[in-house]
């Protein structure tokens, strides 16, 4: 899942990133952004959908960019009581079926942790990064993205830390040119 770069004039590069834990053991579900020089840090038009089936949120962890408008639509028999508490949104949709009329603008970046005060074990997270360039870890720590060449900052989040932010990662993430990026990849390693 590759978020697209947004400026036709720029060379996309294939390009992974592979996140593990200080074991080594590979990070799946967690977010990864890349901060690409250049890009918009804010969006007003892009929406996106935690939506709530057999009793649990889809997807579990949601990375969107900030100001994207997001809607909460349940598509179980049961009637859900989503809210968040997070520093970056405070959310409380009171018990509802079907889809709340206006979705949630998140505004800030940062994580929101969120919760159904019917169903105690439904929970998710909604990881908001000033980015167009984002990602979600598949089963193995992968995150896949087209990058342009040069030096790009990269940041990474997943529910096992302590933290309710994502991390700077020390390292830059150096895209070299066409002929070296072919199949090039970057194992990074998040501290919990």
Not at 124 to 150: R, W
Not at 151 to 158: C, P, T, Y
């Amino acid at each position: 899942m590759a978020a697209a770069l947004g400026s036709p004039a720029l060379q996309a590069l294939p390009w992974t990133v592979q996140l593990t834990n200080a074991a080594g053991k590979p990070l799946a579900g967690a977010a990864v952004a890349v901060e690409v020089s250049g890009r918009s840090s804010k969006t007003s038009t892009a929406k996106a959908e935690m939506g709530q089936r057999e009793r649990q949120f889809q997807p579990a962890v949601l990375v969107v960019q900030t100001g994207t408008a997001v809607s909460f639509p349940n598509f179980d028999v049961v009637r859900h009581h989503v809210y968040s508490f997070s520093p970056i949104k405070v959310i409380d949709l009171k018990l509802y079926s079907g889809t709340p009329a206006e979705p949630i603008v998140f505004d800030k970046p940062g994580v929101a942790t969120l919760g159904c005060n019917i169903h105690d074990r439904m929970s998710a997270h909604i990881v908001v990064v000033d980015t167009p360039v984002f990602a979600v870890t598949d089963a193995n720590g992968l995150a896949k993205f087209e990058l342009p060449a040069g030096e790009h900052r990269i940041k990474a989040w997943h529910a096992s830390l302590k933290t309710p932010s994502l991390q700077a990662l020390p390292q830059p993430l150096s895209v070299g040119s066409e002929a070296q990026a072919s199949g090039a990849a970057s194992k990074l390693v998040l501290s919990e």
